[in-house]
């Protein structure tokens, strides 16, 4: 990971609907002194149109060698994405293009300053037991670059969360997609609606006050379908979903208006008023 | 030549199958086995597109539904034994199916719809108020989503961004 700037590389979904999800990973870089070019400029990597199977790849391609020209002007030599799927697309691309451009998730770089996260913390997660997700698009298809955990057990998020003060919970279909399903939640939902049932329904018997996700396209989805499941099946989940930047820049001293809490289809209001004390 | 035997040939000329274990594929079905689409949809099975193809049998499948079935969590890529890649071939699959005019009017509605969206904002999705390019960068990202023949692409697919 460079030493200089990283080129902070922003996401489609969360400035979408999660805009200030997205500037967490700004919070917590400016909290650690971490370095960071944040470029008005910098186009969507096409990663959800992508694996939605309606952008082709060799568009795909093109416009990410405009976003590695546009880092590389901007003095970085690495790539930061808050999102699994933009980590993914841009390996692709970069492997197929011959880029020697660094691509790293944010988790990784929250993961390495972890000890100093943890000497800054205004409040810590002790009492909090959660459930991580990891994004599929960050451990199965890089799967050898997988360095904490494995890639079927990835254990990045678990670290991060229990240097955080966490009590991290194993349940059973930890290695199942959320149900995002790209195209899925462009059209009919219906795969959406039967995995994050599925998912949320293992997650629930563990009882977690929390569900830390790696990925914008996961928060959207176990968020956003746990109202509407319990609409369709009766159960209910209230669980609170919450991004690794949203949850790291809120006990680094972020306020919930800050993290954009009213954002969550799924409330977070107690959770963050227990955290806070 | 029969409908879809062009598209054959394409699949295995496209640069992402060179990468891939397609031609080692021995239908072991550990593909299927780990499918979160299967669980939701009986009917699809990675091993059974992998096989359609490794037969020649491409007009069902691009004309079909069930190379949309597919969520891309790639456990198929991951779990492998020959490093094939299931849904990197679905996405291949995709690509032809819009091109060649099969995807359902459905598909080619968000197929539109994200186009748009990217072409004119640089964004796959936009809500009022969320971030989008300024105006010079748009221009500067259409240059390359013309030499990465977006506009084309679009244009084959029918989609209008008058």
């Given amino acids: 990971m460079s030493e200089k700037r990283h080129y902070l590389f922003k996401s489609c979904v969360l400035g979408a609907y999660y805009p200030k999800v997205e500037e967490c990973l700004r919070i917590v870089f400016d909290r650690l002194g971490i370095r960071y070019f944040d470029d008005p400029n910098q186009s969507s990597c096409t990663g959800h149109g992508y694996h939605s199977g309606i952008y082709p790849f060799k568009s795909t391609l093109e416009v990410n060698r405009r976003n590695f020209s546009l880092a590389r002007d901007a003095g970085c030599d690495d790539i930061v994405t808050s999102c699994a799927t933009s980590y993914a697309t841009l390996k ?52 050898k670059d997988v360095k904490v955990g494995a890639p079927e057990h990835p254990m990045l998020l678990d670290e991060i969360a229990a240097s955080l003060g966490a009590e991290v919970l194993e349940y059973k279909e930890r290695g199942l997609c959320c149900g995002m399903g790209f195209r899925h939640l462009l059209l009919d939902q219906e795969y959406c ?46 669980i609170p979903v919450m991004h690794y930047a949203e949850l790291t820049a809120l006990l680094l001293g972020a306020s919930p208006t800050e993290i954009g809490a009213a954002a969550h289809h799924t409330k977070i209001d107690r959770l963050i008023e227990r955290i806070k004390g | 030549m029969a409908i879809g035997q062009e598209s054959l040939s394409e699949v295995f000329e496209d640069p992402r199958i060179e990468e891939i274990g397609l031609r080692r594929c021995l239908q072991c079905g550990r593909c299927t086995g780990s499918c979160p689409a299967t669980y939701v949809f009986s009917e699809f099975s990675p091993r059974t597109i992998v096989l359609e193809i490794l037969e020649g049998r491409m007009d069902d499948l691009l004309k079909g539904d069930l190379i949309w079935a597919c969520g891309q969590c ?46 004119e904002r640089g964004v796959n999705f936009y809500e009022e108020g969320a971030r989008e390019l300024p105006v010079e960068a748009v221009a500067d990202l259409q240059e390359a989503l013309k030499k990465g023949e977006y506009d084309s692409f679009l244009k084959r697919i029918g989609a209008d961004l008058s």
């Fill in chain 2, 74 to 119: 790639y456990t198929c890529h991951l779990r492998c034994p020959r490093g094939n890649s299931p849904a990197t071939v679905i996405l291949v699959l995709r690509e032809l199916a819009l091109i060649h005019g099969y995807a359902t009017d459905k598909v080619k509605e968000i197929a539109e719809r994200c186009g748009r969206s990217m072409w």
């Fill in chain 1, 193 to 238: 609606k039967k995995i994050a049932e599925r998912k949320l329904t293992s997650m629930k018997k563990v009882k977690p006050d929390l569900i830390l996700v790696h990925c914008p396209g996961c928060l959207l989805t176990l968020d956003y379908f746990q109202a509407i499941l319990e609409k369709e099946t009766g159960v209910e989940f209230k």
């Fill in chain 1, 92 to 143: 692709e691309v970069k492997n197929f293009l011959g880029d020697s451009i660094e691509v790293f998730h944010g988790s990784d770089v929250i993961h390495k300053n972890r000890d100093r996260i943890r000497g800054r913390l205004e409040h810590s997660l002790e009492g909090v037991r959660l459930v991580t997700h990891h994004g599929c698009h960050y451990a199965k298809i890089f799967y």
